[in-house]
């Protein structure tokens, strides 16, 4: 069937540039995550070095919201979108009634889970914080009645135990001193801590690439689970419950897509 498709388009150059166009008006500018380029250990702080600011570019607000707008559309429908499930889950399952705590997403971007969580009706209140000013701004003018601030995930500025729940908005992976930022999370929550769409390894190291998000270059780190989990109970965290995204496991080596949901240990 594919081979006689491609057959067909051959023989009809406009409709294959027609069906091209197409697919590039569907997909967000350089897809979502694109061009991976493994990146050797000693390679990785220089890259990350030189990327550093990558996520706070001015293009990848919009690029991002459209894909956001047209999965928050479904949402609304009633149609599962499985990183949205996962979240609303990880909050309904809490030991204690979610609604009604103070939430805070670190790594927000544009904010879009203060609508996600509403749409779901958890009932909680939520504030959102970025490192990208320009995901900030538009953060704030989406949700004007919310709170929105620019801060470093490796340095909040919020006092200790500030937030019933703190969410890491799968940001870790875009931020070299990720243990700094466990830290900070942990430092912040008086309750519970999540670790949203965390990517790991399993039975290799951690793993570094270089890789288009949105059409802007950026680093990412894959996380070897064992050390992972190591720095969450260092950090003060008893993990409660973890939700699997996706998995692929030959021979104990892998890869896997995972929140992580954890109690803070009274200190």
Not at 31 to 39: A, D, I, R
Not at 72 to 93: K, T
Not at 190 to 196: K, P, S
Request: glycine share 8%.
């Amino acid at each position: 069937m594919k081979a006689a498709l491609r057959s067909l388009l051959n023989r009809f150059p406009r409709l294959k540039a027609g069906l091209k166009r197409l697919r590039s008006r569907l997909s967000p500018p350089g897809g979502v995550s694109s061009n991976y380029v493994p990146l050797k250990t000693e390679e990785a702080a220089g890259e990350a070095a030189r990327l550093r600011d990558a996520w706070q570019s001015d293009a990848l607000p919009r690029r991002q919201r459209e894909l956001v707008n047209t999965q928050l559309a479904a949402y609304r429908r009633g149609e599962s979108i499985d990183v949205f499930d996962v979240m609303c889950q990880a909050l309904r399952a809490l030991p204690s009634d979610a609604r009604g705590m103070s939430v805070l997403e670190v790594g927000c971007s544009s904010g879009f889970y203060a609508e996600v969580l509403e749409i779901a009706g958890l009932g909680v209140r939520y504030a959102g914080c970025d490192y990208s000013p320009a995901f900030i701004e538009l953060a704030r003018q989406t949700y004007p009645d919310l709170r929105f601030d620019v801060e470093d995930a490796t340095a909040l500025s919020h006092d200790r135990g500030a937030f019933d729940v703190v969410i890491s908005g799968c940001c870790l992976l875009h931020i070299p001193e990720y243990q700094a930022a466990v830290v900070e999370t942990a430092r912040v929550a008086r309750q519970y801590a999540i670790f949203h769409r965390t990517p790991m390894v399993l039975g290799q190291p951690n793993q570094y690439y270089r890789k288009q998000a949105y059409g802007v270059e950026t680093v990412e780190i894959h996380f070897n689970e064992p050390e992972f989990l190591a720095l969450l109970a260092a950090s003060g965290l008893e993990l409660i419950a973890t939700y699997t995204l996706d998995e692929t496991v030959h021979g104990g080596v892998g890869t896997a897509n995972r929140t992580y949901v954890c109690r803070k240990i009274a200190s």
